[in-house]
């Protein structure tokens, strides 16, 4: 490890000659020593690089230890493995109880979902009441946000007295009029559907489990041949390939559920079938004008938001791959490019992404999984999304919480492989240039994570960062750090957001004036809850424009050897 001392040295050193000839001056020394007394070290143990930024002139300056001795970093140790990427869970009948949300949550779950397409908002009171009840019990950094999924303007056939049996070839009719059920003929809930849909179209039942050619239509009735049979059940979503419904994205019945959401202090909307950003827009200035602070996941699921994905992602705090639909209005072989090409853009707006639809189906009926939805879970988890998702599985599956130990075991084992710099150096966030013309307080953070997140790999530390809004537990999850982000944050809606990024585990804890000893605080809740050792190796980060310790804009990262 004297290459990782090395590295330490050329960090500050770097610093140091990229401060401009104007600045030689030293800028004004922190208040309080950035320091805790659990963490007791001499030179030869300690390894400290401090980057400052005075918020009067902007200059910089770098410290670093005289004594960085090879015998520091050569004892620093991997930390227990944890995973990184989060898991969504779906509450339903099969979960709904305070018995097995416990069990969900201390099996894998990072957020409860809750599924407005189903049940009413009694029921869904109950779970937000549990899941606050757990968190209130759980102040370790087992934290479990809390996910409302809005129904949107789904199209479904009519309720039938029994299941109507398809066969390839056979004639079947969809009708605007309601109440209809008979062996050739459906009603639809959507009275413009015979506006929406032209003969040659292909109508796809349940995402595709079922698909009819449309041969004409009538004044309210679209006839159909069965291309790809099965069983029609009551109640089946219906899309025509390659268009979206006309309808608005936001129901009567979403606004109900939103305001519900308000009320119950949700960490998070996943608003469905959402076409451009005027959407997220509208539902913003709602939530500002209710002084609700709730952040909206956008579920790409329409044909129409393909277009218009990079401004949707922009005006949004993530995006969800919701790929049931998708691949129903859109080529199925488009979807895995995709979700790729979704992937990509919402990390370079460092933006939390989730992959959804389908990851464990089979395990709704049978104990264990395909070895292609293994695969699949490992590639989400390879194009590094932020979190994983189960539907089905955990809201009315035979086997909940076999789903997510399923879920996290593919995913810690994945991961194992990626997030090693020797062997994924691709990974590891490279220096950047500290000046440029356009240098600016923000772009020094970003450099900064990338810094840090680059020591921290380089050492095999686990990272400790203090905030009070988030953003830099944020960018380190931006950066993909191969250890763990333990993110101290004295605010709840903090907390609770914090929960589905990537790498991060999120903790509430009161700050001191004292820097010292809200360190201490810190280092002993984990030492408590067993997340590291005596003698392990952190990394410990303060960083931001609104610093927590000190009056001027700071960055600042020192590694040290836990001792008690």
Same mark, same amino acid.
């Given at each position: 490890?004297?290459?990782?001392?090395?590295? =330490?040295? $050329?960090?500050?050193?770097?610093?140091?000659?990229?401060?401009?000839?104007?600045?030689?001056?030293?800028?004004?020394?922190?208040?309080?020593?950035?320091?805790?007394? =659990?963490?007791?070290?001499?030179?030869?143990?300690?390894?400290?690089?401090?980057?400052?930024?005075?918020?009067?002139?902007?200059?910089?300056?770098?410290?670093?230890?005289?004594?960085?001795?090879?015998? @520091?970093?050569?004892?620093?140790?991997?930390?227990?493995?944890?995973?990184?990427?989060?898991?969504?869970?779906?509450?339903?009948?099969?979960?709904?109880?305070?018995?097995?949300?416990?069990?969900?949550?201390?099996?894998?779950?990072? =957020?409860?979902?809750?599924?407005?397409?189903?049940?009413?908002?009694?029921?869904?009171?109950?779970?937000?009441?549990?899941?606050?009840?757990?968190?209130?019990?759980?102040?370790?950094?087992?934290?479990?946000?809390?996910?409302?999924?809005?129904?949107?303007?789904?199209? +479904?056939?009519?309720?039938?007295?029994?299941?109507?049996?398809?066969?390839?070839?056979?004639?079947?009719?969809?009708?605007?009029?309601?109440?209809?059920?008979?062996?050739?003929?459906?009603?639809?809930?959507?009275?413009?559907?015979?506006?929406?849909?032209?003969? $040659?179209?292909?109508?796809?039942?349940?995402?595709?489990?079922?698909?009819? @050619?449309?041969?004409?239509?009538?004044?309210?009735?679209?006839?159909?041949?069965?291309?790809?049979?099965?069983?029609?059940?009551?109640?089946?979503?219906?899309?025509?390939?390659?268009?979206?419904?006309?309808?608005?994205?936001?129901?009567?019945?979403?606004?109900?559920?939103?305001?519900?959401?308000?009320?119950?202090?949700?960490?998070?909307?996943?608003?469905?079938?959402?076409?451009?950003?005027?959407?997220?827009?509208?539902?913003?200035?709602?939530?500002?004008? %209710?002084?609700?602070?709730?952040?909206?996941?956008?579920?790409?699921?329409? %044909?129409?938001?393909?277009?218009?994905?990079?401004?949707?992602?922009?005006?949004?705090?993530?995006?969800?791959?919701?790929?049931?639909?998708?691949?129903?209005?859109?080529?199925?072989?488009?979807?895995?490019?995709?979700?790729?090409?979704?992937?990509?853009?919402?990390? *370079?707006?460092?933006?939390?992404?989730?992959?959804?639809?389908?990851?464990?189906?089979?395990?709704?009926?049978?104990?264990?999984?395909?070895?292609?939805?293994?695969?699949?879970?490992?590639?989400?988890? +390879?194009? @590094?999304?932020?979190?994983?998702?189960?539907?089905?599985?955990?809201?009315?599956?035979?086997?909940?919480?076999?789903?997510?130990?399923?879920?996290?075991?593919?995913?810690?084992?994945?991961?194992?492989?990626?997030?090693?710099?020797?062997?994924?150096?691709?990974?590891?966030?490279?220096?950047?240039?500290?000046?440029?013309?356009?240098?600016?307080? *923000?772009?020094?953070?970003?450099?900064?994570?990338?810094? @840090?997140?680059?020591?921290?790999?380089?050492?095999?530390?686990?990272?400790?960062?203090?905030?009070?809004?988030?953003?830099?537990?944020?960018?380190?999850?931006?950066?993909?750090?191969?250890?763990?982000? &333990?993110?101290?944050?004295?605010?709840?809606?903090?907390?609770?957001?914090?929960?589905?990024?990537?790498?991060?585990?999120?903790?509430?804890?009161?700050?001191?004036?004292? %820097?010292?000893?809200?360190?201490?605080?810190?280092?002993?809740?984990?030492?408590?809850?067993? &997340?590291?050792?005596?003698?392990?190796?952190?990394?410990?980060?303060?960083?931001?424009?609104?610093?927590?310790? +000190?009056?001027?804009?700071?960055?600042?990262?020192?590694?040290?050897? =836990?001792?008690?």
């Amino acid at each position: 490890m004297a290459a990782a001392a090395e590295m =330490v040295r $050329g960090f500050a050193a770097t610093a140091r000659v990229a401060r401009p000839a104007a600045a030689v001056a030293a800028p004004p020394q922190p208040r309080r020593a950035v320091a805790a007394r =659990v963490l007791r070290t001499s030179a030869s143990e300690k390894v400290a690089a401090d980057l400052s930024v005075a918020g009067t002139n902007g200059s910089l300056s770098a410290l670093s230890n005289t004594d960085v001795s090879t015998d @520091a970093t050569s004892q620093a140790v991997d930390v227990s493995p944890r995973r990184k990427t989060k898991i969504v869970c779906t509450i339903g009948p099969s979960t709904n109880t305070r018995e097995m949300i416990w069990k969900l949550a201390e099996t894998g779950m990072n =957020v409860a979902r809750m599924n407005m397409s189903h049940g009413d908002h009694q029921s869904h009171q109950k779970v937000i009441d549990l899941v606050k009840e757990y968190n209130a019990e759980n102040t370790d950094g087992n934290t479990i946000a809390i996910m409302l999924d809005t129904k949107g303007p789904e199209v +479904r056939s009519g309720d039938l007295p029994e299941p109507i049996m398809l066969a390839e070839g056979q004639e079947f009719n969809f009708t605007i009029k309601r109440g209809v059920s008979t062996e050739d003929t459906v009603s639809v809930n959507y009275d413009d559907f015979i506006s929406d849909v032209e003969a $040659g179209d292909i109508l796809l039942v349940d995402g595709g489990m079922m698909s009819l @050619a449309v041969k004409l239509k009538t004044a309210d009735t679209v006839k159909c041949v069965v291309v790809d049979g099965g069983e029609l059940k009551s109640r089946r979503h219906l899309n025509v390939r390659g268009k979206s419904a006309t309808l608005p994205s936001i129901t009567e019945k979403d606004w109900e559920d939103i305001k519900f959401g308000v009320e119950n202090g949700v960490d998070f909307y996943a608003v469905s079938f959402v076409k451009d950003a005027k959407v997220i827009h509208e539902l913003k200035a709602y939530l500002k004008s %209710a002084n609700a602070d709730i952040h909206v996941i956008p579920k790409i699921e329409s %044909a129409d938001s393909i277009p218009n994905l990079q401004s949707i992602i922009a005006a949004s705090d993530g995006a969800m791959v919701a790929r049931g639909d998708l691949g129903a209005e859109l080529p199925i072989e488009e979807v895995p490019l995709l979700q790729e090409e979704i992937i990509r853009t919402c990390r *370079s707006m460092q933006k939390p992404v989730i992959v959804a639809t389908n990851m464990l189906e089979s395990m709704i009926d049978h104990p264990t999984p395909t070895r292609a939805e293994v695969s699949d879970i490992a590639i989400a988890v +390879r194009e @590094a999304a932020d979190a994983i998702m189960l539907s089905g599985e955990t809201a009315h599956g035979k086997y909940p919480l076999k789903a997510v130990k399923v879920m996290h075991t593919v995913a810690l084992r994945t991961e194992s492989s990626l997030y090693d710099p020797a062997k994924a150096p691709s990974l590891v966030a490279r220096p950047k240039a500290l000046l440029n013309d356009d240098f600016c307080k *923000s772009q020094l953070s970003k450099m900064f994570g990338s810094h @840090a997140t680059m020591m921290a790999n380089t050492l095999r530390t686990p990272i400790i960062v203090f905030t009070r809004v988030g953003s830099m537990a944020v960018l380190l999850s931006h950066y993909r750090p191969s250890s763990t982000v &333990y993110a101290f944050t004295n605010e709840v809606r903090v907390k609770q957001r914090l929960a589905l990024y990537q790498g991060v585990v999120p903790i509430l804890m009161e700050f001191s004036d004292d %820097a010292e000893e809200t360190f201490s605080r810190a280092i002993t809740s984990l030492l408590d809850a067993k &997340y590291m050792n005596e003698g392990d190796y952190v990394t410990l980060v303060q960083s931001g424009s609104q610093s927590i310790w +000190r009056e001027e804009s700071t960055h600042h990262i020192q590694v040290r050897k =836990v001792q008690c």
